[in-house]
């Protein structure tokens, strides 16, 4: 029972490099989305997808970017990291029905230095 | 907007105490409500959820929340916490059809034992 697997689980970056996170499921849920979590914030919502070939921006998109050409994969691209995206990312899917709970990866630690 | 709203940013309580964590949101129609927790170091696990039929709802672990509709308010509890509950809480609400969940900003709990 994979679920909800990311890698890697810690990157530590230098300013203006760049990198991809990934994230894949198999549980075939339609909707995928990638979190960041900040000490204090909560979570904030990146990007999301319903399906293939389709993505949208959250609340926080600036300065990464997704992809979803298939349904298990749902990777986010970082252009330019920057030391505001020190973070923890998490990557979630679901269904897509109504009446059903996320499915949690087990987040990737990034370090911007 | 639509927002969650919790109440206790930090809880710190000692071994067989009892918990109640608040929960509000702001959303007039049908609502998906979820816990979820965090352990240290670790993803977001599901603790319980309502969708509809009994307000009280229980979970893992002898977590239980009340919907109470007419307070828009779905409150965490547990008779006697342990130290193992050391963790953080999260309450999240996904209004009607809306593809995304929206999440409080969580609640720190220490529990000593």
């Known amino acids: 029972n994979a679920g909800v697997t990311q890698t890697p689980k810690f990157r530590i970056l230098k300013i203006g490099q760049s990198m991809t996170l990934q994230c894949t499921q198999d549980m075939n849920h339609n909707y995928m989305y990638w979190y960041r979590q900040d000490p204090g914030m909560g979570l904030k919502l990146i990007y999301y997808s319903v399906g293939a070939g389709i993505t949208d921006k959250g609340e926080v998109p600036n300065g990464y970017n997704v992809s979803r050409s298939t349904t298990e994969d749902f990777p986010l691209r970082l252009e330019l990291a920057a030391p505001s995206q020190t973070s923890v990312y998490f990557c979630?899917?679901?269904?897509?029905?109504?009446?059903?709970?996320?499915?949690f990866g087990q987040g990737t630690r990034l370090t911007v230095v | 907007a639509q927002s969650v709203s919790q109440h206790n940013h930090h809880v710190i309580l000692s071994e067989a105490a009892s918990l109640e964590l608040g929960c509000n949101y702001s959303?007039?129609?049908?609502?998906?409500l979820f816990w979820y927790v965090q352990y240290p170091g670790q993803h977001l696990q599901l603790l319980l959820k309502?969708?509809?039929?009994d307000p009280l709802v229980k979970g893992i672990k002898g977590f239980e929340a009340e919907f109470i509709k007419s307070k828009f308010s779905f409150n965490l509890r547990k008779p006697s916490v342990q130290w193992s509950d050391t963790a953080e809480y999260f309450c999240?609400?996904?209004?009607?059809?809306?593809?995304?969940?929206?999440w409080g900003l969580g609640t720190s709990l220490a529990v000593n034992p």
């Open positions: 959303y007039g129609g049908t609502v998906n």
């Open positions: 999240a609400v996904n209004p009607g059809n809306n593809r995304k969940l929206i």
């Open positions: 309502y969708f509809s039929g």
């Open positions: 979630a899917s679901t269904p897509g029905t109504q009446n059903t709970e996320a499915f």
